[in-house]
């Protein structure tokens, strides 16, 4: 069984996720759901995993599958209310999409160009600065251009941690702006000034095709290695229970 780009993307969403331990993975999106959902039954046994709307599952379903009674087992039950005591108590990991992404890890998903006067209104700060001041917080992108990684977004609607420390301890103290994983490449903020860093480049990516696919710049630790290729357990896990229908290949075509 030959690896795909997006089963590639869903193995590293998956390593994001694989060292939390006991604590509620929030994922946002078909990738990142897929990704923990594969982290869940491969390599962190104790995520804690919600069907997306109310109710906390025992095992992962397929992607966009009803809930069965045969199949699948629900443990609690956690209202929309519940999920701000969850925000703020700080035992959650959430992937959260991005529309821009600056080299300082601020994200935004409220509006393109001039706030006051903006180009493009988008989704709105929504959980975003909640999010990064109190929960861990990784981002998705499916798409890797210039357009994405910015220098500096137009707003900031996920705080990095330069900014996180500017406001003082109730934002940094819990700040922890985790992965961004793309369909080119993985980054975290532990680069200089915790800036950008490449940790490494899917299979079939170069590092140059890296730099000219961003707007901004991003610091290079010596060779940058390979991202992991999934097992043949994770594949399988992939195809034959998470997602039988292909689902993956509309945010990520196949290579």
Known sequence: MTPTRADVCAAAIADAFADDGELFASPMGLLPTLGV??????????????????????SPPPLFAPLSAERDVVEGWIPF??????????KRHVMMGATQVDRHGNQNISAIGDFDRPKRQLLGSRGAPGN????????????HSPRVFVEQVD????VGPAR???????AATYNDIHRIVSNLCVFDVQGEDHTLRLRSVHP???????????????????????????????????????DPKGLRFKEVPDQ
């Not at 959902?37 to 025992?58: H, I, K, M, W, Y």
């Not at 519940?82 to 703020?88: E, G, L, R, T, Y």
């Open 37 to 58: 959902r594969l982290c869940r039954l491969t390599q962190n046994p104790d995520l804690v995993l919600s069907d997306g709307e109310a109710l906390f599952l025992a």
């Open 81 to 90: 209310r519940k999920v701000f005591d969850v925000i703020a108590y700080g």
């Open 132 to 143: 990064t001041v109190n929960n861990r917080t990784s981002y998705w992108v499916p798409k």
């Open 155 to 158: 707003v900031v609607s996920g």
């Open 164 to 170: 996180a420390r500017a406001a003082g301890p109730g």
């Open 204 to 242: 079939g990516v170069s590092v140059e095709e890296v730099r000219e696919a961003s707007g901004c710049g991003f610091q290079v630790d010596g060779d940058v290695p390979e991202t992991r290729l999934p097992t043949e357990e994770e594949l399988v896990v992939i195809t034959e229970v998470l």
